[in-house]
C-alpha cells in the first residue's frame, strides 16, 4: 500500500490516562500529549472504572487537539489513526476506540488496531532506535506494569512482529504488588514512585522474602510457547517463566502485624493523607522531611527487602527465559520499568551476560499514546487494518 510520510495518530485510552500522540514512520514523535487521572483516583487508593470513563470522555477531544497542535499539523495531513485495541477497562478502550473510528471514519483514513502490550514493547524499541542501539532478534520482552507482569519472546520477520508469551503473573501484576504494600504501609498512591523512593533509605537484606516457585503450566501450553530454537534441556521443558506476587503481599502484611506496626502504619496513613491534602504534589524526599517521624528504620528496612525480592525475581524468571529461548536482547517496558533498582540491577546483570538491554525514558514507561502508533507502523505498511467492526477488547492477549 502506499504509505505517505507516516504519520500516524495515536489514541490511548486503556486504563487511567486519556493520551494522543503523532509519530513519523514509527520513530518520530512530533507530539505526545498525556492527561492523567491519577489525582482523581487518589482518592480512592486504585482506578475507579466509572469515573476513568467518564474522564476518557471528557478529555479524549481536547487531548487530540493538543496532540494535533504541538504537531502543528491538520487532520487531513494524516497518513492513519492507531487505536488501543485492548487489553484494558471496557468503557475506557471504548471511549478511545469510538472516537478513532468517528475520526478515521469522518476523514477516510485508515485505522490501525493495536495492543496496548505490544505499545509498551515498542516504546522502547522506538527509543532504541532513536539511540541507534542495535538490537538482535529474538528478542526478550519484559512487560511489567500495573495492570501486567509478561515476559515475551518477540522477533520481527519481513516487517511483521511476531511474540510468543513465554511467561506472565498468576495472580497479581508486579506493579499491583508494589501498590497494595505501599497501601498497606500507609504511603501514597500510585505506592511504586513511593517504594522505590523510600528503599534506597533501607536495608534491602533486612528481611528475608522467599518466592516460591511456580508449577509449569500444563504441556499444551508450554508447547505452544515453545520457541523453535528453544533450548528444551536447560530451559522451558524444565521450568516455568511466571510470576506469583500475591504471597510476598501477604508476607508483608504479616510482618507488619508480627512486628506490631500497625499504630505506625496508621498514624503514616493519617500525617501524609493530611500533607498530600494540603500538598497533591508532595515528592517523596520532601515529605521524608516534613514528617522524619513517619518513616522510622523498620518500615524502611522493611520496603527496602520488598522490593529487594521482587526485582530479584523479576531478574531471574527474565534471565533464565532470556537463556532459555535464545534471545539476544532485553527490552523492560511498562510502569515499573522506571524503577531505579530494577534498572540498575538488571543492566548490570545483562552487562555480565553480554545482552544488550534497552529501558524506555520515564515518559515511554508508563502509559502514552506515542508507542500506539510506533506499534501501529509495521502494521500499517503490512496493510494490517482495522475494520469497522473493531471493539474494544478487556481481556485480548499477545502472543
Ligand atoms: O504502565 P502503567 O503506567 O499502567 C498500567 O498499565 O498499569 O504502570 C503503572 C504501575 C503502577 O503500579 C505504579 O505503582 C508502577 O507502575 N510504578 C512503579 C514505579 N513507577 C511506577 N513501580 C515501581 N517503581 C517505580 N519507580
Ligand atoms: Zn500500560
Not at 520481527?156 to 497479581?172: A, L, M
Not at 504501609?185 to 516460591?212: C, I, S, T
Amino acid at each position: 500500500m502506499h504509505t505517505g510520510s507516516g504519520l500516524i495518530l495515536g489514541i490511548e485510552s486503556s486504563c487511567d490516562e486519556t493520551a494522543a500522540a503523532v509519530v513519523r514512520g514509527g520513530t518520530q514523535v512530533l507530539a505526545n500529549v498525556v492527561a492523567s487521572q491519577i489525582a482523581l483516583h487518589a482518592n480512592y487508593g486504585g482506578v475507579v472504572p466509572e469515573l476513568a470513563s467518564r474522564e476518557h470522555l471528557r478529555n479524549i477531544v481536547p487531548v487530540v487537539r493538543a496532540a494535533m497542535a504541538q504537531a502543528q499539523l491538520s487532520f487531513p495531513d494524516l497518513d492513519a489513526i492507531a487505536v488501543t485495541e485492548g487489553p484494558g477497562l471496557a468503557g475506557a478502550l471504548l471511549v478511545g476506540i469510538t472516537y478513532a473510528k468517528a475520526l478515521a471514519l469522518g476523514l477516510d483514513k485508515p485505522l490501525i488496531a493495536v495492543n496496548h502490550l505490544e505499545g509498551h514493547i515498542h516504546a522502547v524499541l522506538m527509543e532504541a532506535h532513536q539511540k541507534e542501539l542495535a538490537m538482535q532478534m529474538p528478542l526478550l520482552a519484559l512487560v511489567v506494569s500495573g495492570g501486567h507482569t509478561h515476559l515475551y519472546l518477540a522477533e520481527e520477520e519481513d516487517g511483521t512482529w511476531r511474540y510468543r508469551n513465554v511467561g506472565r503473573t498468576v495472580d497479581d501484576a508486579a506493579g499491583e504488588a508494589f501498590d497494595k504494600v505501599a497501601k498497606l504501609l500507609g504511603l501514597g498512591y500510585p505506592g511504586g514512585p513511593w517504594m522505590d523512593a523510600l528503599a534506597k533509605h533501607g536495608n534491602p537484606k533486612a528481611v528475608e522474602f522467599r518466592f516460591q516457585e511456580i508449577k509449569r503450566r500444563d504441556k499444551s501450553e508450554s508447547q505452544r510457547t515453545q520457541s523453535p530454537g528453544a533450548n528444551t534441556e536447560q530451559g522451558d521443558a524444565a521450568r516455568s517463566f511466571d510470576f506469583s506476587f500475591s504471597g510476598i503481599k501477604t508476607a508483608v502484611l504479616r510482618y507488619v502485624q508480627t512486628h506490631a506496626m500497625q499504630e505506625r502504619v496508621e498514624a503514616r496513613r493519617a500525617a501524609l493523607t493530611a500533607a498530600l491534602r494540603v500538598n497533591p504534589a508532595l515528592k517523596v524526599a520532601e515529605a521524608m522531611q516534613l514528617l522524619p517521624s513517619v518513616f522510622d528504620q523498620q518500615t524502611l528496612d522493611l520496603i527496602a527487602s520488598f522490593q529487594y525480592s521482587v526485582v530479584g525475581n523479576l531478574m531471574r524468571q527474565t534471565f533464565a527465559a532470556a537463556e532459555a529461548f535464545g534471545a539476544r536482547g532485553i527490552v523492560v517496558s511498562g510502569g515499573v520499568a522506571a524503577n531505579s533498582e530494577l534498572r540498575l540491577r538488571l543492566t548490570g546483570e545483562a552487562n555480565r551476560c553480554g545482552l544488550p538491554v534497552a529501558f524506555p525514558t520515564l515518559a515511554m514507561s508508563t502509559d502514552n499514546a506515542a508507542m500506539i502508533a510506533a506499534a501501529a507502523w509495521p502494521k500499517y505498511r503490512a496493510g494490517n487494518l482495522a475494520g469497522d467492526s473493531l471493539v474494544a477488547t478487556p481481556q485480548l492477549r499477545l502472543g
